[in-house]
């Protein structure tokens, strides 16, 4: 037997104070699962975290060409990620937006630029012009979560400082994570499909094939 869940329509005929107690009632909830956010550099609310990053780098456009590779592990040892009050939608579910305000990770190549430090950037904190990385995640109204896994999508955007000057990628980098509890730490997201970077005269200069992105701890 198919249940629907008739909650789109109640919600539709609710008054706004019937509306503002069950969204009352799902951030309790919520509350219950996550751990407390903190006060950020600019003042929002949301986590301090140190941040692992493996990537995979190959060089040229074209990712099945027989042209170096290498993969790349990078730490940021304090990011900051920007958390959103929740809001309700029209459906029932609990909408959380989430934007990577600050992220500096630092590592070594051993193979494409052997001994040179890599450093990838994102967020807005320290460059105003960069494209901004914004995320969210949707618990429905029938998603018990902190046991269910919620299906969390970011559309990322850096800076990869390089012995070749630094890369951009033009489309967002998609990133997913099935997180279970707010922060996810231990929780890592993963990017999907293939991303081209691009050096400051619009040449492709290599391909980031894969990226694991992972919260490693939270940061006082």
């Known amino acids: 037997m ?6 789109k329509d109640r919600l539709r005929e609710a008054d ?5 107690e069950l969204l009352r009632t799902k951030t309790s909830n919520l509350v219950d699962v996550m751990i407390p956010r903190r006060r950020l ?4 609310l949301g986590f301090k975290a140190r941040v692992e990053t493996t990537i995979t780098l190959k060089f040229g456009g074209d ?5 170096p590779e290498e993969v790349i592990t990078l730490v940021a040892e304090e990011s900051e990620i920007r958390l959103h009050d929740p809001v309700l939608t029209l459906d029932g ?6 934007e990577t305000v600050s992220y500096e990770a630092v590592g070594t190549s051993a193979v494409l630029w052997p001994g040179e430090r890599i450093r990838l950037r994102a967020g807005r904190a320290d460059d105003p012009m960069m494209r901004p990385t914004l995320g969210r995640l949707e618990i429905g109204p029938l998603v018990q979560f902190g ?10 955007f850096v800076a990869a400082d390089t012995p070749l000057g630094t890369l951009h990628n033009r489309l967002p980098a998609v990133m997913h994570c099935d997180l279970t509890r707010i922060p996810p730490i231990g929780q890592p997201y993963v ?5 081209a970077l691009y050096d400051g005269d619009g040449r492709v200069v290599c391909m980031k094939t894969t990226t694991q992105s992972e919260l490693t701890a939270l940061v006082d």
Do not use: K, N
Request: hydrophobic share 40%.
């Open 41 to 44: 550099s600019d003042g929002s």
């Open 2 to 7: 198919t249940v629907t869940d008739p909650l």
């Open 191 to 195: 990017q999907q499909g293939q991303v």
């Open 93 to 98: 579910a609990l909408r959380l937006d989430l």
């Open 147 to 156: 046991t269910e896994p919620v299906r969390s999508v970011q559309e990322v």
């Open 16 to 20: 706004p104070a019937i509306a503002a």
């Open 63 to 67: 990712a099945s060409a027989d042209t």
